[in-house]
């Protein structure tokens, strides 16, 4: 049975959820996903803006455009407070307007913070891109958990009541995505939908040899996986789901009637010191709902 309380996640009472906003309408809607999750983990919410130019201009560029950049990153700190401050419930949020490349201080950030919070892309990103650069380096490079939120924060009232999902392939590199999982299918107050799959690609049930056979295997495998968080959460409805397919298209088709997915950072095809593996790629790449990508420490 599975340790419980072995998530390795940092759990400090002080440690901030931080996310980061640039003025895109994405990143507002990072904003207010963060603002609900402070709400529902009592935790402090922490709000950064770089003033930075795009890397390549000079510094007599920088020089001439400092005033203009500054009051640019007060205007996005001003409109992220806002958007934060119409969430209900006690929030204490802090704003911070930073003058280095917002990358490298995020990543600083995730060694004293209990979750990052990214827009799958920023105002610099092409329409079509589906990930942006600082959400793909935050998620490859953060020490600590990150949320990557899509165009939609899902914090409406039909949203919020549908399920969470959680990724759980039996390896060790789950475990602490589990435990996110019920942490916050329990505080949401929804159901939490454990996806399970036993083959990395996609063959129609009947062309397996012995399917029943296997399916129950994997179902005991799964509940197995399960079983000591049920017992620390005894709050959460629990639907086990077992797919013969590969991960990334059964956590895609549950995620269209979820708020939220949870991953570790890489499954059972991963390797030690790979950061993020194929699934989350697909993931964050397509998921229309906020993924929360969990690292073993």
């Not at 922490?46 to 390549?56: C, H, K």
């Not at 799964?222 to 709050?235: I, K, N, T, V």
Request: hydrophobic share 45%; charged share 20%.
């Amino acid at each position: 049975m599975t340790d419980a309380s072995a998530t390795g996640i940092d759990d400090r009472p002080d440690l901030p959820i931080v996310v980061a906003a640039d003025g895109s309408e994405i990143s507002y809607q990072a904003v207010a996903w963060a603002a609900v999750d402070a709400v529902l983990h009592g935790r402090r919410l922490d709000i950064i803006t770089s003033a930075t130019l795009p890397t390549g201009f000079g510094s007599e560029i920088w020089a001439g455009n400092a005033e203009w950049v500054r009051q640019d990153g007060e205007h996005i700190i001003t409109e992220a407070r806002r958007v934060a401050g119409l969430v209900t419930g006690p929030l204490e949020i802090r704003t911070e307007l930073v003058f280095d490349p917002i990358i490298p201080t995020l990543v600083d950030r995730s060694d004293r913070a209990y979750r990052l919070v990214v827009g799958s892309r920023g105002r610099g990103a092409v329409k079509r891109a589906l990930l942006g650069s600082v959400s793909s380096a935050v998620v490859q490079r953060a020490r600590c958990p990150v949320t990557v939120v899509p165009g939609n924060s899902a914090t409406d009232v039909v949203t919020a009541a549908q399920p969470v999902v959680v990724g759980v392939d039996g390896t060790d590199n789950s475990v602490p995505a589990i435990g996110v999982a019920f942490d916050e299918a329990s505080r949401r107050r929804v159901p939490l939908i454990a996806v399970h799959t036993w083959s990395d690609i996609s063959l129609p049930e009947v062309a397996v040899a012995g399917w029943d056979a296997l399916r129950e295997s994997e179902r005991a495998a799964l509940s197995e996986s399960l079983a000591g968080w049920r017992e620390q959460y005894p709050d959460v409805d629990v639907r086990p789901v077992v797919w013969a397919d590969r991960p990334s298209r059964a956590l895609l088709a549950e995620s269209e009637h979820a708020q939220l997915v949870v991953i570790g950072s890489h499954g059972r095809g991963g390797f030690t010191g790979m950061l993020l593996g194929s699934t989350g790629h697909a993931l964050l790449q397509s998921a229309e709902c906020p993924v929360i990508v969990v690292r073993r420490h």
